[in-house]
């Protein structure tokens, strides 16, 4: 079973910085990476940001240059800093992670429960 703890939501107008942590615990052999994810009200769950453990990136074009992803490989910990922050970055923040069942290749997927984020003019 794996659990993911999300923190760091909140409310900051136009061009305030959030910082968003996502920590994994449970019994998982490896992690093959995670990411974020955010829901705007009336819209479908995007994909914002993602990390490997070997630390490679990607992000969706709306948020390249304003937010950096991380990973704490030790620490089992992804973050999310998000900077210049715009009213179109408002939604609810979802963790995910995806992992290998066990020692197979067979990967599993986990969400996290949100945060919050709303960004006000």
């Known amino acids: 079973q794996v659990q993911l703890v999300e923190s760091g939501g909140g409310s900051v107008q136009a061009g305030g910085s959030l910082r968003l942590s996502c920590a994994a615990h449970?019994?998982?052999?490896?992690?093959?990476?995670m990411g974020w994810y955010r829901q705007a009200p009336g819209k479908e769950r995007e994909s914002v940001a993602h990390v490997t453990t070997e630390h490679k990136t990607n992000y969706t074009d709306s948020v390249k240059g304003r937010f950096t992803i991380s990973i704490d490989n030790a620490k089992n910990t992804m973050y999310l800093q998000m900077n210049s922050l715009k009213p179109e970055d408002t939604g609810v923040y979802y963790c995910?992670?995806?992992?290998?069942?066990?020692?197979?290749?067979?990967?599993?997927?986990?969400w996290g429960q949100g945060t919050q984020v709303t960004v006000s003019s």
């Open positions: 449970g019994n998982f052999v490896s992690i093959n990476g």
């Open positions: 995910h992670l995806e992992a290998p069942m066990g020692y197979t290749s067979i990967p599993l997927y986990y």
